[in-house]
Each structure stands twice: as C-alpha cells, then as structure tokens.
C-alpha cells in the first residue's frame, strides 16, 4: 500500500563501489524526483523526471545516473563512491502541475559511503 | 532567483509555549506555492499544509497555525501549546508554477526541541 517506495532504506559501502537505489511510486503520478539531504539537513532537488523524460538536471556529477523505465520508476545509480555521497536520497513523485496537486515522498534511503 | 530563507537554525522551547517559525521566500514570479514539511527523528518528510500566492488567508488546523504575507514575502508557521510530539525539524519550500517543472525550493530547515 505504500505510495512511495523506496528500496533499501539504508546503504553502507565503501569508497569507489557503484550502487543503486531504487524507486517506485504506485499513485499514478506522471513525474518522479530524486532530493538529496546533506549532513546538515539541507534538501535539494537532483533530478526529475515526467513520464520517462528527464526535466530537471541540477549540477550534479556525472557519476549520477537516474533512469526511468516507466513513469511509476525512477531508479538512481551511482559509480565510483565518494565520501561526499553520503547523504539521505528521498524519491517523490506528483501529478503536474505538481503545485496543483502536491507531492508524495518516499521515506528515504540513507547512504553511508566509508 | 528563487530563495527561501528559514533564520532559525535552532529553537528549543518547553512543552506548552507557543512557537512561531519563520519562513522569508523571494521569486520572481506572481503564481506560486508554499509548503511546509515535517521531518520528524524517523527522518520521512511529513506534509503539512499548501497554500497558493493568491489566496492570503490565514489557516488553522488544530494547534497549528499559518500567517501567509505576500507584503514582507513571508509565510510563518505557528504551533499554539507545544507538545514533546512536535519535536521535529520543519521545512518551508517554494514552488513556481513556470516552467511546469515541479521543481520544490526548500530552505534550512527550523530544528524544534519541545522539552517536557
């Protein structure tokens, strides 16, 4: 039942390892989001995406790969692991105009890169 | 650009005060919307309340209390007799409806502590 899902919800590894996470959201919504929540518990918006097309790439590295098979799944791979990753990814979807309907957001996938 | 400024990093009051949270945000354009997000120790970001740029009436639901400026640009939240419960941080955000992005604009971010 649960509307966003994310999946795991806790990742640890270790520096230069590739890892994925993943995303799926069950309301039928059209555009699904990848936020990053640093140490100090700043939330920023990394990438969207609105059925399968990618709309929204903020200046994050390369070693960021979103990909969205179908509108319910927005995965997020990253290479090469650095210290600086290490973060809580939330995954949120909506219908747009998102500000017409609000957003859902996943519950978090906390990342540990040692 | 879009900005939203939350000053208060930290505020700790003891259960039963009344707590305001204040939310500054700049843009440039005359549509948009306001949110505002809790995030209590479990750490999943909770919703609270949506309110859009043309509607200014203030919202009450329950202890929690909204006061939405378009004049000072600010849209501060109000929590009336605190509770250990309300132990969170809280987010304000922003989101422009140009560009149909969906893209949200959080600030800081307020940690609250309610001591009992």
């Known amino acids: 039942d649960t509307a966003v899902s994310q999946t795991p919800k806790y990742l640890v590894t270790q520096m230069g390892n590739d890892k994925s996470i993943k995303c799926e959201q069950n309301?039928?919504?059209?555009?699904m989001y990848w936020y990053k929540q640093d140490s100090k518990k700043f939330l920023k918006i990394m990438f969207s995406y609105n059925n399968k097309e990618l709309i929204i790439n903020e200046t994050v590295p390369n070693r960021f790969s979103p990909k969205s098979p179908d509108k319910a799944h927005l995965n997020l791979h990253i290479n090469s692991l650095e210290l600086g990753d290490s973060a809580v990814y939330f995954c949120?979807?909506?219908?747009?105009?998102?500000?017409?309907?609000?957003?859902?957001f996943g519950s978090g996938t906390r990342l540990t890169v040692v | 650009a879009q900005k939203v400024t939350q000053a208060q990093t930290e505020i700790s009051v003891v259960e039963k005060e009344d707590v305001t949270l204040d939310c500054v945000y700049e843009?440039?354009?005359?549509?948009?919307?306001l949110f505002w997000y809790k995030q209590p120790p479990s750490g999943e970001l909770v919703f609270l309340i949506r309110r859009n740029s043309f509607d200014e009436q203030n919202e009450i639901s329950g202890r929690y209390s909204w006061n939405f400026q378009k004049s000072t640009s600010s849209f501060n939240f109000t929590i009336t007799a605190s509770q250990v419960v309300d132990s969170a941080v809280y987010f304000c955000a922003l989101s422009e409806v140009s560009g149909n992005t969906g893209k949200l604009i959080f600030g800081q971010g307020t940690t609250l502590q309610v001591k009992p």
């Open positions: 843009t440039r354009d005359t549509t948009y919307y």
């Open positions: 949120a979807s909506s219908r747009l105009p998102s500000t017409n309907y609000g957003y859902t």
């Open positions: 309301l039928g919504h059209d555009t």
